[in-house]
């Protein structure tokens, strides 16, 4: 009964590869994010999406493009991975004021 | 702009005593403040919110934390320290964007038990 799910957990890839992250919530909510956590743990958000509508894109590279096929979905593709790609991506919804987060994709680039 | 500064990025404390973890924001709005908690290799789980009202919130696993305005406090608080506490905390604040709200985070805090 999972609310805000991710696959993959894990993804290891060669630098220049293509690569998704798919995430799906199903508490109804309108508002969805995509967080990056790099090798310090700090978090930092990349974008979030209000009804399938683009609301915040954080200076985040072009080869970093969200998908947001219905509300209930943000699916992230980043292409020619980079080595600082390396990261764990979290997604989350949101309420009214509350924001609920994901397992998180630990993503790796060899 | 927002920001959050979490003082100690690690915190040890005895198993039994007071864990105590601080957060100051800048904020330029009335904030809304939020506690998280990231246990090994899992996901952010709230522990507390602030958003109106009573300024002392109570969250889960017997965690606390008040909001001081004259401070820009939004301090974390647990009376007695068990060992599965160990994790890495972080406090945000959120522009209160309704629907839209983006979450600055400090820079996290972690927390050991010592048996």
């Known amino acids: 009964d999972t609310a805000v799910s991710q696959t993959p957990k894990y993804l290891v890839t060669q630098m220049g590869n293509d690569k998704s992250i798919k995430c799906e919530q199903n508490?109804?909510?309108?508002?969805m994010y995509w967080y990056k956590q790099d090798s310090k743990k700090f978090l930092k958000i990349m974008f979030s999406?209000?009804?399938?509508?683009?609301?915040i894109n954080e200076t985040v590279p072009n080869r970093f493009s969200p998908k947001s096929p219905d509300k209930a979905h943000l699916n992230l593709h980043i292409n020619s991975l980079e080595l600082g790609d390396s990261a764990v991506y979290f997604c989350?919804?949101?309420?009214?004021?509350?924001?609920?987060f994901g397992p998180g994709t630990r993503l790796t680039v060899l | 702009a927002q920001s959050v500064t979490q003082l100690g990025s690690h915190v040890s404390v005895s198993e039994g005593a007071l864990v105590l973890l601080r957060c100051n924001y800048s904020?330029?709005?009335?904030?809304?403040l939020f506690w998280y908690v990231q246990y090994p290799n899992q996901g952010l789980q709230l522990l507390l919110k602030?958003?109106?009202?009573?300024?002392l919130v109570k969250g889960i696993n017997g965690f606390e934390a008040e909001f001081k305005k004259s401070e820009t406090s939004f301090h974390l608080t647990k009376p007695s320290a068990h060992m599965s506490d160990a994790a890495e905390y972080f406090c945000?604040?959120?522009?209160?964007?309704?629907?839209?709200?983006?979450?600055?985070f400090g820079t996290g805090t972690r927390l050991t038990i010592i048996p």
């Open positions: 508490l109804g909510h309108d508002t």
């Open positions: 945000a604040v959120s522009d209160q964007n309704f629907g839209n709200e983006k979450l600055t």
């Open positions: 989350a919804s949101s309420d009214l004021d509350t924001q609920y």
């Open positions: 602030y958003t109106t009202g009573a300024t």
């Open positions: 904020s330029s709005v009335p904030p809304y």
């Open positions: 999406y209000n009804n399938k509508e683009l609301i």
